[in-house]
C-alpha cells in the first residue's frame, strides 16, 4: 500500500487525512492509526472531492463510524485550502446526512446535526444518560473529571452496549464544562466533538454557546432547534507517504 497523507489535528483529536476515492481495509486503517510501526492517529479520514465533498471516517481499530465532529472541522479545511469549494460555507456529505460547515480564518464551525437525549441507565451505581449525536454516547455528571479512571470505567460501560457507546465523564460549571472522554474503537482521546455536544445535551445547555474543555483544548458547543454546532480549531501537523 502507497499512499500519500496529510496528518491533522483538532484540538489533540488526531487524524490521517487521505485523497478519495481509495479502498482501506480494516486493517489498512489500524496499521496507519498505531502510533509505534504506522503513522498514529485517533482515526482515519477519507476526503473525496465531488460536487459534494464526501467524508468516509474510520477508527483507529478499523472500524466504521457514523459522525466525528473534530474530524469534520478537519476535513472541511482540507477541503477549502485544496480549493475544492468555491466558498468557505458549504456542505459536507457524511454517513450520517449532509452536514454544513463555515471555515473561519482561525477555528472552522459545523454542523453536527440532530442531539438529543435518548434515555437514562446506570452503571455500578453511577447514573447515565444517553445521548444520540448521529453516533451513541453515555454521559457521566463528576465532581472532577482529571480522577476518574476513564480507561476502567468506561469500558466496562462500553461493554454494556453490543455496538460499543462513547462514554463522558463531565464536570459542569456555570461558565462551561470540563470533559474526558473514552472513544470506541479508540480509546481515550484528547477530544471528541460529538461527545462535547452530548455533554452540553445532558447538561441541559441549549440555546446558547458553551464552552467545553478538553485535555486538547477548549471548544463552543451551541444546540440550536435540537441540532449541534461545533466550533473549534482545524490545524496541519505535517504531510507524508507510506508504503
Known amino acids: 500500500m502507497s499512499l500519500d497523507f496529510t496528518k491533522m489535528q483538532g484540538l489533540g483529536n488526531d487524524f490521517v487525512v487521505i485523497d478519495g476515492p481509495v479502498q482501506l481495509t480494516a486493517e489498512d486503517v489500524a496499521r496507519l492509526c ?3 510501526f ?3 492517529a485517533d482515526g482515519v479520514l477519507i476526503v473525496t472531492p465531488g460536487d459534494r465533498v464526501v ?3 474510520r477508527n483507529a481499530d478499523g472500524s466504521v463510524a457514523e459522525m466525528c465532529g473534530n474530524g469534520l472541522r478537519c476535513v472541511a479545511r482540507y477541503a477549502f485550502d485544496r480549493g475544492w469549494v468555491d466558498s468557505s460555507e458549504f456542505v459536507v456529505k457524511t454517513a450520517v446526512g449532509p452536514r454544513h460547515v463555515l471555515v473561519g480564518r482561525g477555528d472552522v464551525e459545523v ?3 440532530p442531539a438529543h437525549v435518548t434515555g437514562q441507565a446506570s452503571h455500578a451505581g453511577r447514573d447515565l444518560t444517553l445521548v444520540d449525536v448521529g453516533n451513541p454516547h453515555a454521559v457521566v455528571f463528576v465532581d472532577d ?3 476518574v479512571d476513564v480507561a476502567g470505567i468506561g469500558t466496562a460501560i462500553q461493554t454494556e452496549y453490543a455496538d460499543g457507546i462513547n462514554v463522558e465523564f463531565v464536570r459542569v460549571d456555570p461558565e462551561g464544562l470540563t470533559m474526558r472522554v473514552l472513544e470506541r474503537g479508540v480509546g481515550e482521546t484528547m477530544a471528541c466533538g460529538t461527545g462535547m455536544a452530548a455533554a452540553v445535551v445532558a447538561a441541559g445547555r441549549e440555546g446558547r454557546p458553551v464552552p467545553v474543555t478538553v485535555p486538547g483544548g477548549t471548544a463552543t458547543v451551541t444546540i440550536r432547534d435540537g441540532v449541534a454546532w461545533l466550533r473549534g480549531p482545524a490545524e496541519y501537523s505535517f504531510r507524508g507517504s507510506v508504503g
Request: charged share 40%; no cysteine; aromatic share 6%.
Open 34 to 36: 498505531d502510533r509505534r
Open 38 to 40: 504506522g503513522v498514529g
Open 55 to 57: 467524508m468516509d471516517y
Open 111 to 113: 454542523e453536527l446535526g
Open 145 to 147: 473529571p482529571e480522577t
